[in-house]
């Protein structure tokens, strides 16, 4: 990045002041209003995830939603896509209210969904791969022939003639990828097609051919929901935006290209629910480097990232899904194989793999609790000692009753409940379950603590306890590295921060010197215009 | 040792003297600590979850409808006690074999795999501790031989799955393939006689009326059981099924734990190698002919999850069992292999059935509490 980075905001406002404004036919968003939401709630066990969301979208226009993680972006664009059924509201779909009972019922209805993760089936060609689901049939027979036809018929409207429809869809680059995503939205006659950060799996040059694409969809009367962190973006592609924060609307309709980010960001923040953090400790009582990362590389993850951490620190790492924060935890905890750089501990270069890390004093809580750190059927106690069982074995037989006394220690300490530990995990709240994750390695004298996103799927009340008990540790001389893509999280919990963007450390700071927007700002800044001119 | 003494005269007194009974009563401490204890842990031979126990008892009432069955086809053999006694040694004795083999299967798909080559792997075994080079060293020779082939094949699917990354399918269906191929070629495709009376003894002997071999099935399943339940290998086992990425990420060596669970299997292969020459006094490279599918089909029943992390020793004892008490009523009503092979499959789908649909009303039921809570 050219721009100085110790002024950020002033940084990406001179960017949004150079981004190219394109012609976007303004008239257009004075087309028919397609879609309307009205007051829609979405609840789930322990979260209200959407709190009264309006929105209106238009025939024709570019919809950007904008929302930090959590703000309901996901659970509406499933609302929206038949995947789940709102609790109440009102969905209006070209003027008549409509409920979608399944996510065909929804793309029958025009409306198609781009996800994140392309949902494509490798191993099928692009047309099949267009007309999934509902392929052209006579007497059973697929007839791939006006299959195909009709195919390339798309893919020319979407200006990628080039594509065979016969090719597979493995052998496509990620921008193929998504190009056959759109062709199976407008095979099936979609009137308005959700993406949700379409630009994240794109290199710079991609986005621009991305956009337009959109700008054809939009001539052609289609609407586009579109959801990006990337401000820059939603200024040069957007027509108008909704804001979103706590699951419910905060702004509506604010024009894309000249609502000043400030005003956008404020939105964002300032949330209604105040989480409660522990007091920061009044002197400095951090102990002895514990963790040194230098030079950390995995191409395509994350470059060329040093840190350190102390004994009695908590560390955060700010950063948007994406950025290589996760990648980055992985690797220093040996998961994943670093292709540069050394991972020290008390000063000794780690060997590479999970066994070492943990031997020497590390204890990981894994982004994805269900999938990557509980046996949801097994009772809690197990979950607990699943890496210390062998601790209070004796001659390889498991001591059950030393483990569930352990067990049950942590329960108490971290407020489990129910405090039953003979429980399977499975019955847990997410709250809870976190903190048999935590409480895992408070058992086996962990030195240092990676914790990535320890509060996602946690209701406020859990938060504010979890909160707590990483405070306590560290307390107790417990170094913390933890990853949150809620900014608020890492400025209240964290001593010291590093801003992580397209993996790399853009800025390290104590945590009383950075705020929400700063650093909101570090994280969502364009990329597009650091790699345009090159 | 000392409190006991005391115990036995201290207890019949203690209706006598009621209000003489002292706190320090030697039978009251003692059964503070009883109780004390199983506060603390359950008694040692007691499993943790009720849920396998539920199931097995689904098995259990399966078996009992099978002896109702067998005694209302033929009420005047099992009016005779002493055919009972029997024809169930007979049973037992049937599913010995395959019992061994299945224990290990349980082993490697509670591990989240699978072994397609155990019948492959009881021939190669069970040929080459036949071979004339073999038997010179006798009795032990053959028994070390046929346990070391076990291992040695076993581990060589376990380095193939876990270090070549090969799909356990498609590797272990490649040994079933070559094992069967080695065998053939090593036995030059005849039968190899046993000429040691110690092997040959093993399934012809009884000792207190029951035969060798139940006792081996017995061992096994009791080692197995405890190899499960009370050690960190069983721990680990169920933790690199249910969740192979929790089981890294917490830092057990999945891939070491995957080779060893081949291993093991590989072994029971071998125990079985040895009961099944001892039976027929020979081996031969067609031994133990789908004994995959027998070993996998009785873990299915005996509700081990085939995609890992749950299942019982003794659910899949009891699906050996069942399926022997068919293949043995079956013989005594004088039906056809092919009417009993259509009711084992039956079985296999009904067990299936069984367990899928207590899973469903269990999602079903969390599905309405949900809806409750948010309403």
Not at chain 2, 27 to 36: H, I, P, Q, S, Y
Not at chain 2, 105 to 129: E, Q
Request: aromatic fraction near 4%.
């Amino acid at each position: 990045m050219a721009l100085p980075e110790d002024d950020p905001a002033t940084a990406s406002a001179e960017a949004a002041a150079e981004a190219p404004l394109v012609e976007a036919p303004a008239d257009t968003v004075a087309g028919e209003v397609v879609l309307r939401l009205t007051d829609l709630v979405k609840t789930f066990p322990g979260v209200r995830a959407l709190d009264g969301v309006q929105l209106e979208v238009r025939a024709g226009e570019v919809h950007c939603l904008l929302g930090q993680n959590g703000a309901g972006k996901s659970t509406l664009i499933k609302v929206l896509a038949g995947v789940h059924q709102p609790d109440s509201g009102l969905v209006e779909w070209r003027g008549e209210p409509i409920s979608f009972a399944n996510p065909q019922a929804a793309m029958r209805a025009g409306i198609a969904t781009i996800y994140q993760e392309l949902d494509l089936v490798e191993d099928l060609s692009v047309a099949e791969n267009a007309f999934l689901g509902h392929e052209y049939r006579r007497f059973g027979f697929i007839r791939r022939g006006s299959m195909a036809r009709h195919t390339r018929q798309i893919l020319g409207r979407l200006g990628h003639g080039e594509i065979p429809p016969g090719r597979m869809v493995r052998s496509l680059p990620a921008a193929g990828k998504q190009i056959v995503s759109m062709a199976r939205a407008l095979s099936h006659e979609a009137r308005l097609i959700i993406m949700d950060e379409p630009s994240a799996v794109l290199a710079h040059d991609e986005v621009g051919n991305l956009f337009r694409i959109i700008r054809e969809l939009t001539a052609q009367g289609i609407a586009v929901i579109y959801i990006s962190h990337r401000l820059e973006e939603i200024r040069e592609i957007g027509d108008r935006v909704t804001v979103l924060k706590d699951g419910r609307t905060t702004a509506a309709n604010l024009p894309a290209r000249d609502t000043p980010t400030r005003d956008l960001v404020s939105r964002m923040t300032g949330r209604t629910i105040e989480y409660v953090f522990p007091d920061h400790p009044t002197d400095d009582t951090a102990g002895a480097e514990l963790l040194q990362v230098e030079g950390l590389t995995r191409t395509g993850e994350f470059a060329d990232v040093s840190l350190t951490v102390r004994a009695g620190e908590i560390v955060g790492i700010a950063g948007l899904v994406g950025s290589g924060r996760s990648e980055l935890l992985e690797t220093i905890y040996g998961a994943r194989l670093a292709e540069a750089g050394t991972v020290r501990m008390d000063g000794k270069v780690l060997r590479p793999g999970v066994g070492a890390a943990v031997r020497a004093g590390m204890g990981m809580a894994p982004e994805e609790r269900k999938s990557q750190a509980l046996l949801l059927g097994e009772p809690i106690y197990r979950n607990v000692t699943l890496a210390t069982f062998g601790r209070y074995a004796r001659l390889g037989f498991t001591d059950a009753a030393k483990e569930r006394a352990e067990a049950d220690r942590i329960a108490e300490t971290l407020e489990l409940r129910p405090r039953d530990v003979d429980r399977p995990v499975r019955t847990l709240s997410g709250g809870n379950q976190q903190k048999v994750v935590v409480g895992r390695w408070l058992l086996g004298g962990t030195k240092l603590l990676l914790l990535d996103e320890p509060t996602r799927g946690v209701d406020v009340g859990a938060r504010a306890e979890l909160y707590q008990v990483i405070r306590s540790l560290a307390a107790q001389g417990v170094g913390v590295l933890l990853v949150s893509s809620e900014v608020p999280e890492v400025l209240g919990l964290a001593d010291r921060v590093l801003v992580m963007r397209e993996g790399r450390v853009v800025r390290e700071a104590a945590a009383g010197e950075l705020d929400e927007n700063t650093v909101l700002d570090l994280v969502m800044a364009g990329s597009l215009m650091e790699g345009a001119p090159a | 040792m000392s409190d006991a003494t005391p115990t036995p005269t201290a207890t019949p007194e203690r209706p006598q003297l009621p209000a003489q009974s002292p706190p320090v009563d030697p039978a009251e401490t003692a059964v503070a600590g009883d109780k004390a204890a199983g506060a603390g842990r359950l008694s040692w031979w007691r499993g943790d979850g009720g849920d396998g126990a539920k199931r097995n008892l689904g098995l259990i009432g399966v078996l009992a409808a099978l002896i109702v069955v067998g005694a209302i086809t033929k009420p005047d053999l099992y009016g005779d006690p002493n055919w009972v006694w029997n024809n169930v040694l007979a049973i037992l004795q049937l599913a010995s074999v395959v019992g061994v083999v299945t224990v290990g299967m349980t082993f490697v798909i509670i591990g989240g795999g699978i072994d397609l080559s155990v019948g492959a792997i009881v021939a190669l075994a069970g040929v080459w501790c036949t071979t004339v080079a073999t038997q010179n060293y006798g009795a032990g020779g053959m028994i070390f031989t046929a346990l070391l082939v076990g291992i040695c094949v076993g581990l060589v699917n376990g380095v193939l799955i876990s270090y070549g990354r090969l799909v356990p399918f498609i590797a272990t269906l490649a040994m079933l393939v070559a094992a069967r191929g080695l065998a053939a070629s090593i036995s030059n495709k005849q039968t190899q006689v046993s000429s040691s009376t110690f092997i040959n003894d093993i399934a012809a002997r009884k000792v207190l009326g029951i035969p060798i071999l139940v006792y081996i099935l017995g061992a096994v399943v009791v080692a197995g059981w405890v190899l499960l339940n009370r050690t960190t290998f069983g721990r680990r086992t169920i933790a690199v099924g249910g969740n192979p990425e929790a089981a890294r990420l917490a830092g057990i060596n999945v891939r070491r734990h995957t080779m060893l669970l081949y291993a093991l299997s590989g072994l029971c292969c071998g125990i079985a190698a040895i009961m099944l020459t001892s039976q027929a006094t020979s081996a031969q490279a067609a031994m133990a002919n789908l004994y995959e599918l027998d070993a996998i089909a009785a873990a299915i029943i005996g509700g081990t999850l085939l995609s890992g992390g749950r299942g019982t020793i003794v659910g899949s004892l009891l699906g050996v069992i069942i399926f022997a008490t068919i293949t043995n009523l079956f013989a005594i009503n004088g039906l056809s292999i092919e009417a009993q092979n259509m009711v084992k499959g039956g079985i296999i789908v009904a067990a299936v059935l069984i367990q899928q649909f207590q899973f469903k009303s269990v999602t079903r039921l969390l599905a309405r509490n949900r809806v409750t809570t948010a309403t």
